[in-house]
C-alpha cells in the first residue's frame, strides 16, 4: 500500500490474554537442612542463585543494630580460601555479580551467573557464607562507607521521607520502626567481633533456602549438592521475627533548609500478604494510586500538574505492614496537594467502581507474566515471597482471589483500612516556606530539626 | 580462573526479521514463545541533540505530550487503556533518541499497535494550550525531583558544559532549560512533531510470542495507512578534539561531602576506539575490583566511592568521566591527583591480561542479562538498528567487544584519557549560608 494520504483504522478491541501460571520448581533438601528450589526456563543464560537465611534483624543485639547489614557487607571482601581482595577478584572474573542485602525478615545473598560458570560460582557463594575472613579492617572499612551511605541518603529528601515515615508509622518499640542498615549511634560502636559472633550464630542452613533459576544444566543437583552439601554450623541459633504494631496518627514537618520542593508521605499502618483482605486492599490501593490513570494521579499530575508523579503502595512485612502515598510537589502547592489528598482516599464518599477493578485486575495479572519472564524476576520474586513467609504458590493462589474480588469487597477493604481522616502525614521540606500554610490548610504539623 | 564465554563462538542466535514498509517505517520482528507477551518498542531518530538554540528540554517535553492524547485517543488514555489492557509502559528521551514501549499480553497487541500509530500519525489534533501547559508543569516537577533537589543533581549539567563548546549538542543536558520550556507554543510543538514524528524517522520492533508474518501483516494494518513524509536532515557530525587546557569549574553547595570529577572526549559510539576506551574505563573504574575503587576505597579509604564509566553517542563524540567522592573531610586536591595518578599509570602500562578477561566476561553477563528481558531486548534491536544500521549487531555484539586487543585498550587510552585533556568539576561542601 502506498500512503500518501491517511488512512487509519479502527479503534480495535483486546484480545484475551495467553494462558500463563508461575513456572514450576524441582524441589529437594540437602542432608544438612538446606532447603533447594530450582527453576528451570529454558532461553534465560544467565542463571541467577539467591540464597535466603532465616535470620530477622530481631536477632541483632539492640545497641548494635545495622551488624546484619554490616555482616552482609563485608561477605565479599575475602574467605579464607580466597583471602583479602582475591574474593572480589574471583568472583568476577568468572563473569558473576554477587551482593548480599538485608531485609527485616533475614539476610539474602544475591548472585548473576553466566550458565557456563554455574559450578564455580556456586563454590565462590557458600565460600562467602561460610568462611569470610571478616577482618577487623573489613569492618572497619565497610562501617565508614556504610557511616557515609547513611549521611548520603538523609542529604536526599526522598529517602529522608522514607525513613521519616516508617518512624511516623511504626512503633518505636518494633526493630522495623528503624533503618535496616542501622543508625548512627549503633553503627559507630559495632566491632569486628561483634560481625564476626553475629555470623557465626546466624548465618546457617537450617531454615534456609537457595534458589536457582534460569536456563539449567541438567546436572544442576549435582553442582548445589558438590557446593553446599557440607555447609554446616552446629552454633546457628534460630530467632524469632517480630509482629509488627503501628503507632498513633502524627502530622510531622521535616525541616530540609533550602529545599525547593518537598517529598509528602501519607500513610496508615495496615496489613501484610497473609491478611484475608488482602487481594481486596491491593486491588483497593491500585485504583487509589498505583494505576497511571489512579484516583490521586490524575487530579495531583494531569489535571493539576503538581506533580512529576504520586503513588499509593503497600509495604507489607512479614506480620504486619503500612500503605503510604509518595510524592513531591513544589512547595506553593504543597499544603493544597496534601489537603486533596485525603479527600480522593476516602472510599466511602466515592466507592470503588467495578470498572475500575477490572482495569486494575487486568493490569496485575498482566504484567506478572512478565515480571517473572527472566531467571533474575523469578529468583528475586521467590526470596520476596521467603521473606515474607510464603512460597511461589502464593503468586496463582492470589491470581484466583483477584478474581473474587467485587467492587463492595475492595471497598469495605478501603474503607477500613485506609479511612480518610485516621492518615498520618509526613512533610520533609523548607519549614520556614511550607509551615504557614499547612496550619492554614488545617495540619497541625509538628515541626522536626529546626 | 575461567574467562572462557557463556555462549559458542560468541554469537548469539536470536532470530531478526526486518521489512521497510513503503512510508519508510523499519519494522523489526523477534519471536520468542517462551511466555504470552509482546516487547513493543518505537525509537524515533530524534533526541536532545537535535533542539536547535533556546529549544533545550523540548525532545523531553514533546515526549510527555505523547501521551496526552490524538485525534483517536483521549488525554491520558494511551497509557490509562495499556495498563488496563495488562501492559506496562513507559517512553524515555536521551541524546540520541527517544523512545516509547509497551510489553503487553498477546491479546493487547493490536490496541498497542493501533494507539502508536495514532500518535505518529495525528498527534497534532490533540495538542492543545491546556495539555502544553500542564505538561510543562510536570516536567518541571520533574527536573526539581530529579535534579534540584537532590544532591550533587546538577553534575552533568556543569559536566557537559565543560566538556563540550556552546552551542554544541551535546553541551546542554536532556531535560534542558526552564526558561527555553516556559518560551514553547503549540506551534513550535506542532513544528517539531511534523519534523520528527514520521515513519520514515522510526525505527519499530516486535520481540515476543508472534509469528513474523503475522505480525508484519498487523503492523502493516496499523502504520500502513500513514503517509510518508521528507526525513530531517542532520548536520554532519563532526569529532572533537580531545580537551585542551584542562579547564575547570568548582561549585558549592550543601552536599554530605566534597567530590571531584574528571571527564574526556572520546570517540563516537560504534568505533573500535570507543569500545576500547569503555574496556579502559572499567578498568579503571568499573566495580570495586577497579583501580580506583581498590586504591581510593579499598587500600587508602580516601573515598566513600570512586569509578569511572564512559557514556556512548553517535553524532561524532562520546563522553567519559571519573569520580571520588570524599570521605571524611579528604582534601580534594589530594583526590583528585590520585585519580590522575590511576590513570597515568593505566596508560604507561595498559591492561593485565586478568583485568581485560574480566572486562570480558562481565561486559558478555551485562549483554546477556540485557537480553534476558523480551523489553530490553526488543530495545537493543531498535538501538542497533537506528543509530548503528543493523540489529544484527546485537547478536554479533559479544564477539565484537571481546576482540578488542590490550594494545588497541592501551592505544586508546594514550589517544583519549590523558590527564591533559581532561576537564575537572569539583563540589565543596557549602558551610551555612555559602552558596553558588
Same mark, same amino acid.
Not at chain 1, 500463563?20 to 524441582?26: H, K, L, T, Y
Not at chain 1, 541459633?237 to 509482629?243: I, N, P, T, Y
Not at chain 2, 488496563?84 to 541524546?95: I, K, L, M, Q, Y
Not at chain 2, 526539581?144 to 558544559?161: C, K
Given at each position: 500500500?502506498?500512503?500518501?494520504?491517511?488512512?487509519?483504522?479502527?479503534?480495535?478491541?483486546?484480545?484475551?490474554?495467553?494462558?500463563?501460571? $508461575?513456572?514450576?520448581?524441582?524441589?529437594?533438601?540437602?542432608?544438612?537442612?538446606?532447603?533447594?528450589?530450582?527453576?528451570?526456563?529454558?532461553?534465560?543464560?544467565?542463571?541467577?542463585?539467591?540464597?535466603?537465611?532465616?535470620?530477622?534483624?530481631?536477632?541483632?543485639?539492640?545497641?548494635?543494630?545495622?551488624?546484619?547489614?554490616?555482616?552482609?557487607?563485608?561477605?565479599?571482601?575475602?574467605?579464607?580460601?580466597?583471602?583479602?581482595?582475591?574474593?572480589?577478584?574471583?568472583?568476577?572474573?568468572?563473569?558473576?555479580?554477587?551482593?548480599?542485602?538485608?531485609?527485616?525478615?533475614?539476610?539474602?545473598?544475591? *548472585?548473576?551467573?553466566?550458565?557456563?560458570?554455574?559450578?564455580?560460582?556456586?563454590?565462590? *557463594?557458600?565460600?562467602?557464607?561460610?568462611?569470610?575472613?571478616?577482618?577487623?579492617?573489613?569492618?572497619?572499612?565497610?562501617?565508614?562507607?556504610?557511616?557515609?551511605?547513611?549521611?548520603?541518603?538523609?542529604?536526599?529528601?526522598?529517602?529522608?521521607?522514607? %525513613?521519616?515515615?516508617?518512624?511516623?508509622?511504626?512503633?518505636?518499640?518494633?526493630?522495623?520502626?528503624?533503618?535496616?542498615?542501622?543508625?548512627?549511634?549503633?553503627?559507630?560502636?559495632?566491632?569486628?567481633?561483634?560481625?564476626?559472633?553475629?555470623?557465626?550464630?546466624?548465618?546457617?542452613?537450617?531454615?534456609?533456602?537457595?534458589?536457582?533459576?534460569?536456563?539449567?544444566?541438567?546436572?544442576?543437583?549435582?553442582?548445589?549438592?558438590?557446593?553446599?552439601?557440607?555447609?554446616?554450623?552446629?552454633?546457628?541459633?534460630?530467632?524469632?521475627?517480630?509482629?509488627?504494631?503501628?503507632?498513633?496518627?502524627?502530622?510531622?514537618?521535616?525541616?530540609?533548609?533550602?529545599?525547593?520542593?518537598?517529598?509528602?508521605?501519607?500513610?496508615?499502618?495496615?496489613?501484610?500478604?497473609?491478611?484475608?483482605?488482602?487481594?481486596?486492599?491491593?486491588?483497593?490501593?491500585?485504583?487509589?494510586?498505583?494505576?497511571? *490513570?489512579?484516583?490521586?494521579?490524575?487530579?495531583?499530575?494531569?489535571?493539576?500538574?503538581?506533580?512529576?508523579?504520586?503513588?499509593?503502595?503497600?509495604?507489607?512485612?512479614?506480620?504486619?505492614?503500612?500503605?503510604?502515598?509518595?510524592?513531591? $510537589?513544589?512547595?506553593?502547592?504543597?499544603?493544597?496537594?496534601?489537603?486533596?489528598?485525603?479527600?480522593?482516599?476516602?472510599?466511602?464518599?466515592?466507592?470503588?467502581?467495578?470498572?475500575?477493578?477490572?482495569?486494575? %485486575?487486568?493490569?496485575?495479572?498482566?504484567?506478572?507474566?512478565?515480571?517473572?519472564?527472566?531467571?533474575?524476576?523469578?529468583?528475586?520474586?521467590?526470596?520476596?515471597?521467603?521473606?515474607?513467609?510464603?512460597?511461589?504458590?502464593?503468586?496463582?493462589?492470589?491470581?484466583?482471589?483477584?478474581?473474587?474480588?467485587?467492587?463492595?469487597?475492595?471497598?469495605?477493604?478501603?474503607?477500613?483500612?485506609?479511612?480518610?481522616?485516621?492518615?498520618?502525614?509526613?512533610?520533609?521540606?523548607?519549614?520556614?516556606?511550607?509551615?504557614?500554610?499547612?496550619?492554614?490548610?488545617? $495540619?497541625?504539623?509538628?515541626?522536626?530539626?529546626? | 580462573?575461567?574467562?572462557?564465554?557463556?555462549?559458542?563462538?560468541?554469537?548469539?542466535?536470536?532470530?531478526?526479521?526486518?521489512?521497510?514498509?513503503?512510508?519508510?517505517?523499519?519494522?523489526?520482528?523477534?519471536?520468542?514463545? #517462551?511466555? +504470552?507477551?509482546?516487547?513493543?518498542?518505537?525509537?524515533?531518530?530524534?533526541?536532545?541533540?537535535?533542539? @536547535?538554540?533556546?529549544?533545550?528540554?523540548?525532545?523531553?517535553?514533546?515526549?510527555?505530550?505523547?501521551?496526552?492524547?490524538?485525534?483517536?485517543?483521549?488525554?491520558?488514555?494511551?497509557?490509562?487503556?495499556?495498563?488496563?489492557?495488562?501492559?506496562?509502559?513507559? =517512553?524515555?528521551?536521551?541524546?540520541?533518541?527517544?523512545?516509547?514501549?509497551?510489553?503487553?499480553?498477546?491479546?493487547?497487541?493490536?490496541? =498497542?499497535?493501533?494507539?502508536?500509530?495514532?500518535?505518529?500519525?495525528?498527534?497534532?489534533? !490533540?495538542?492543545?494550550?491546556?495539555? &502544553?501547559?500542564?505538561?510543562?508543569?510536570?516536567?518541571?516537577?520533574?527536573?526539581?525531583?530529579?535534579?534540584?533537589?537532590?544532591?550533587?543533581?546538577?553534575?552533568?549539567?556543569?559536566?557537559? =558544559?565543560?566538556?563540550?563548546?556552546?552551542?554544541?549538542?551535546?553541551?546542554?543536558?536532556?531535560?534542558?532549560?526552564?526558561?527555553?520550556?516556559?518560551?514553547?507554543?503549540?506551534?513550535?510543538?506542532?513544528?517539531?512533531?511534523?519534523?520528527?514524528?514520521?515513519?520514515?524517522?522510526?525505527?519499530?520492533?516486535?520481540?515476543?510470542?508472534?509469528?513474523?508474518?503475522? !505480525?508484519?501483516?498487523?503492523?502493516?494494518?496499523?502504520?500502513?495507512?500513514?503517509? #510518508? !513524509?521528507?526525513?530531517?536532515?542532520?548536520?554532519?557530525?563532526? #569529532?572533537? +578534539?580531545? &580537551?585542551?587546557?584542562?579547564?575547570?569549574?568548582?561549585?558549592?553547595?550543601? @552536599?554530605?561531602?566534597?567530590?571531584?570529577?574528571?571527564?574526556?572526549?572520546?570517540?563516537?559510539?560504534?568505533?573500535?576506539?570507543?569500545?576500547?576506551?569503555?574496556?579502559?574505563?572499567?578498568?579503571?573504574?568499573?566495580?570495586?575490583?577497579?583501580?580506583?575503587?581498590?586504591?581510593?576505597?579499598?587500600?587508602?579509604?580516601?573515598?566513600?566511592?570512586?569509578?569511572?564509566?564512559? /557514556?556512548?553517542?553517535?553524532?561524532?563524540?562520546?563522553? #567519559?568521566? =571519573?569520580? !571520588?567522592?570524599?570521605?571524611?573531610?579528604?582534601?580534594?586536591?589530594?583526590?583528585?591527583?590520585?585519580?590522575?595518578?590511576?590513570?597515568?599509570?593505566? &596508560?604507561?602500562?595498559?591492561?593485565?591480561?586478568?583485568?581485560?578477561?574480566?572486562?570480558?566476561?562481565?561486559?558478555?553477563?551485562?549483554?546477556?542479562?540485557?537480553?534476558?528481558?523480551?523489553?530490553?531486548?526488543?530495545?537493543?534491536?531498535?538501538?542497533?538498528?537506528?543509530?548503528?544500521?543493523?540489529?544484527? /549487531?546485537?547478536?554479533?555484539?559479544?564477539?565484537?567487544?571481546?576482540?578488542?586487543?590490550?594494545?588497541?585498550?592501551?592505544?586508546?587510552?594514550?589517544?583519549?584519557?590523558?590527564?591533559?585533556?581532561?576537564?575537572?568539576?569539583?563540589?565543596?561542601?557549602?558551610?551555612?549560608?555559602?552558596?553558588?
Amino acid at each position: 500500500m502506498t500512503a500518501d494520504t491517511l488512512s487509519l483504522r479502527p479503534r480495535p478491541e483486546l484480545g484475551a490474554p495467553g494462558p500463563w501460571s $508461575f513456572p514450576d520448581a524441582d524441589v529437594f533438601t540437602l542432608d544438612t537442612g538446606l532447603t533447594v528450589r530450582a527453576y528451570h526456563l529454558p532461553g534465560q543464560h544467565v542463571i541467577s542463585v539467591g540464597l535466603a537465611l532465616d535470620l530477622p534483624l530481631t536477632a541483632e543485639p539492640a545497641d548494635k543494630e545495622g551488624v546484619a547489614a554490616l555482616t552482609a557487607a563485608c561477605l565479599d571482601q575475602g574467605t579464607r580460601t580466597h583471602p583479602g581482595t582475591s574474593f572480589a577478584d574471583a568472583v568476577e572474573n568468572c563473569g558473576a555479580v554477587l551482593e548480599a542485602t538485608v531485609t527485616y525478615a533475614g539476610t539474602q545473598a544475591y *548472585l548473576d551467573v553466566p550458565a557456563t560458570h554455574l559450578g564455580t560460582a556456586l563454590t565462590l *557463594l557458600v565460600e562467602a557464607v561460610r568462611e569470610p575472613e571478616l577482618s577487623d579492617a573489613d569492618v572497619d572499612r565497610e562501617r565508614s562507607l556504610a557511616l557515609a551511605d547513611l549521611e548520603q541518603r538523609l542529604a536526599n529528601g526522598s529517602s529522608r521521607a522514607d %525513613r521519616e515515615a516508617r518512624i511516623a508509622l511504626i512503633d518505636p518499640a518494633c526493630r522495623a520502626s528503624r533503618r535496616k542498615g542501622g543508625e548512627q549511634e549503633t553503627l559507630t560502636t559495632i566491632t569486628g567481633e561483634d560481625v564476626r559472633r553475629f555470623h557465626q550464630t546466624g548465618y546457617g542452613p537450617t531454615r534456609a533456602t537457595l534458589v536457582v533459576a534460569g536456563d539449567l544444566p541438567a546436572d544442576v543437583r549435582q553442582l548445589v549438592t558438590a557446593a553446599f552439601g557440607t555447609w554446616t554450623n552446629p552454633a546457628q541459633r534460630l530467632v524469632a521475627g517480630e509482629s509488627v504494631r503501628g503507632r498513633e496518627r502524627v502530622a510531622v514537618l521535616v525541616h530540609r533548609p533550602g529545599a525547593v520542593q518537598a517529598d509528602v508521605r501519607i500513610g496508615r499502618f495496615t496489613i501484610d500478604r497473609t491478611d484475608p483482605r488482602w487481594a481486596d486492599y491491593q486491588l483497593a490501593v491500585h485504583v487509589l494510586g498505583g494505576a497511571f *490513570l489512579s484516583r490521586l494521579n490524575v487530579v495531583l499530575r494531569e489535571e493539576k500538574g503538581y506533580t512529576y508523579g504520586v503513588h499509593l503502595t503497600n509495604a507489607p512485612l512479614r506480620a504486619g505492614g503500612y500503605t503510604v502515598l509518595s510524592g513531591s $510537589f513544589r512547595n506553593e502547592v504543597v499544603a493544597d496537594a496534601v489537603a486533596l489528598a485525603g479527600p480522593l482516599l476516602a472510599v466511602a464518599a466515592k466507592p470503588l467502581t467495578a470498572d475500575e477493578l477490572d482495569r486494575t %485486575r487486568r493490569y496485575l495479572m498482566g504484567v506478572q507474566p512478565l515480571q517473572y519472564a527472566t531467571a533474575s524476576g523469578v529468583c528475586h520474586g521467590v526470596l520476596t515471597l521467603l521473606s515474607a513467609g510464603l512460597e511461589h504458590t502464593f503468586v496463582d493462589d492470589l491470581r484466583r482471589r483477584w478474581t473474587a474480588v467485587t467492587p463492595e469487597s475492595a471497598t469495605e477493604a478501603a474503607a477500613e483500612l485506609l479511612p480518610a481522616d485516621d492518615l498520618t502525614v509526613v512533610v520533609v521540606g523548607d519549614a520556614d516556606a511550607l509551615e504557614p500554610d499547612l496550619r492554614a490548610a488545617g $495540619f497541625d504539623v509538628q515541626v522536626v530539626g529546626r | 580462573m575461567c574467562f572462557h564465554s557463556a555462549v559458542t563462538n560468541l554469537e548469539l542466535g536470536y532470530p531478526l526479521i526486518e521489512r521497510t514498509l513503503p512510508n519508510g517505517l523499519r519494522v523489526i520482528v523477534s519471536p520468542d514463545h #517462551a511466555v +504470552p507477551v509482546v516487547a513493543v518498542n518505537l525509537w524515533y531518530d530524534v533526541g536532545s541533540r537535535d533542539e @536547535v538554540d533556546g529549544e533545550s528540554g523540548f525532545a523531553h517535553l514533546f515526549e510527555h505530550l505523547m501521551f496526552q492524547g490524538s485525534a483517536n485517543v483521549a488525554s491520558g488514555d494511551h497509557l490509562g487503556a495499556m495498563q488496563a489492557a495488562g501492559a506496562s509502559v513507559n =517512553a524515555t528521551t536521551f541524546f540520541d533518541r527517544t523512545n516509547y514501549f509497551e510489553a503487553v499480553p498477546t491479546g493487547a497487541l493490536d490496541l =498497542a499497535l493501533w494507539l502508536e500509530a495514532d500518535r505518529m500519525a495525528t498527534l497534532p489534533a !490533540a495538542l492543545s494550550q491546556e495539555n &502544553l501547559d500542564n505538561q510543562r508543569e510536570v516536567v518541571k516537577e520533574e527536573k526539581r525531583q530529579r535534579y534540584d533537589n537532590v544532591p550533587y543533581g546538577d553534575v552533568f549539567e556543569h559536566a557537559l =558544559a565543560l566538556t563540550f563548546p556552546p552551542g554544541h549538542p551535546y553541551a546542554h543536558t536532556v531535560i534542558g532549560s526552564m526558561a527555553d520550556l516556559d518560551a514553547a507554543t503549540t506551534e513550535t510543538a506542532t513544528r517539531f512533531f511534523r519534523s520528527f514524528y514520521q515513519p520514515g524517522n522510526c525505527v519499530l520492533t516486535l520481540v515476543g510470542d508472534v509469528e513474523p508474518e503475522d !505480525a508484519f501483516a498487523r503492523v502493516e494494518h496499523y502504520f500502513g495507512g500513514i503517509p #510518508a !513524509a521528507v526525513r530531517p536532515s542532520r548536520e554532519e557530525s563532526v #569529532a572533537l +578534539p580531545p &580537551l585542551v587546557g584542562v579547564p575547570r569549574r568548582t561549585v558549592t553547595q550543601p @552536599v554530605p561531602e566534597g567530590a571531584v570529577y574528571l571527564t574526556w572526549r572520546l570517540p563516537a559510539r560504534g568505533t573500535r576506539a570507543f569500545d576500547a576506551c569503555d574496556i579502559a574505563l572499567d578498568i579503571l573504574g568499573g566495580g570495586q575490583t577497579s583501580r580506583l575503587y581498590r586504591r581510593l576505597v579499598h587500600s587508602e579509604q580516601l573515598s566513600s566511592g570512586a569509578g569511572a564509566a564512559a /557514556l556512548g553517542l553517535i553524532g561524532g563524540t562520546s563522553f #567519559a568521566y =571519573a569520580y !571520588a567522592r570524599a570521605l571524611e573531610g579528604t582534601p580534594l586536591p589530594q583526590l583528585e591527583s590520585a585519580v590522575v595518578s590511576e590513570v597515568e599509570r593505566f &596508560l604507561a602500562e595498559g591492561p593485565t591480561d586478568e583485568e581485560l578477561g574480566r572486562s570480558r566476561v562481565q561486559f558478555e553477563r551485562e549483554w546477556l542479562s540485557q537480553l534476558a528481558r523480551v523489553e530490553s531486548r526488543a530495545d537493543l534491536f531498535s538501538c542497533y538498528a537506528t543509530l548503528h544500521g543493523s540489529p544484527d /549487531l546485537v547478536n554479533s555484539r559479544v564477539a565484537e567487544f571481546c576482540s578488542i586487543t590490550a594494545e588497541e585498550v592501551r592505544d586508546a587510552a594514550r589517544a583519549w584519557l590523558a590527564p591533559d585533556a581532561r576537564a575537572v568539576l569539583t563540589y565543596e561542601r557549602a558551610t551555612e549560608g555559602e552558596l553558588s
